[in-house]
């Protein structure tokens, strides 16, 4: 398996650097995708030692996860792992990974936060528990955490669906048309690594854009 790790960014200038080396000493390749940022994120990405590529002015994570799957399609690489700019994933977990592409030769490994949610807002895991549990429903097969940006996905997957989402909701978006195509989901278990970060998501507002993607996709014809 050729592996490239793709990671979206908005103004990490505190974190990407650190993230970025760590996983270059485990060697791994790393493209980062800065969507805009105004704090040097995409200068510390490259002197760390990521291929960068730029959306110009803030997109949003789906815009800019686009971006990159646009140049990965055409590369050699055969999976891409997406992580958080914000260090809330740590590079050791990357072959656990790995280890589940191999062991269950499904196309698309989800990062599994749930097992062990230490520090994890109640909230938000009472909220991730019920959307992973309506999204498992739709796609009938069973992801543990479907809200979690750590995931791996077989190129060949993005080379078949045809992604349109500019935002947070991309994560929904790749499962359920993966799933129309009967590509197949499993799961592994990740650390929970929260530190003093602000999420970048708006609850109230990523809320509704997420229930509009999903009637949409819902009503769409076959």
């Known amino acids: 398996m050729k592996l490239i790790i793709l990671i979206p960014a908005h103004n990490e200038a505190k974190s990407i650097g650190l993230l970025v080396s760590r996983l270059v000493e485990l060697h791994y390749e790393c493209m ?3 969507d805009g940022s105004i704090d040097g994120t995409g200068l510390i990405a490259a ?3 990521a291929v960068v590529l730029s ?4 997109s949003g994570k789906g815009a800019a996860l686009r971006l990159g799957f646009a140049q990965i399609i055409k590369s ?3 999976a891409v792992l997406l992580m958080d700019g914000d260090g809330q994933h740590a590079p050791e977990d ?3 990974f790995i280890s589940a592409y191999e062991a269950t030769g499904a196309d698309i490994i989800n990062g599994n936060r749930l097992n062990h949610p230490q520090g994890m807002p109640w ?3 009472m909220t991730n528990k019920f959307m992973s549990w309506l999204i498992s429903t739709i796609c009938r097969q069973r992801i543990e955490d479907t809200q979690c940006g750590f995931r791996l996905i077989a190129v060949k997957v993005l080379r078949t669906i045809t992604l349109t989402c500019n935002d947070f909701e991309i994560e ?3 499962l359920l048309k993966s799933a129309k195509k009967g590509f197949r989901f499993a799961s592994c278990d ?3 690594i929260y530190r003093d970060e602000v999420s970048k998501i708006r609850p109230f507002k990523d809320t509704l854009r997420f229930i509009r993607y999903l009637i949409k996709e819902l009503t769409r014809p076959a």
């Open 172 to 174: 929904t978006e790749i």
């Open 94 to 96: 990357v072959q656990s």
């Open 47 to 49: 002197q760390a030692g």
């Open 123 to 125: 909230l938000r895991l």
């Open 55 to 58: 959306t110009g002015k803030k």
């Open 76 to 78: 050699d690489d055969t």
């Open 32 to 34: 980062v995708v800065d």
């Open 190 to 192: 990740i650390q929970t």
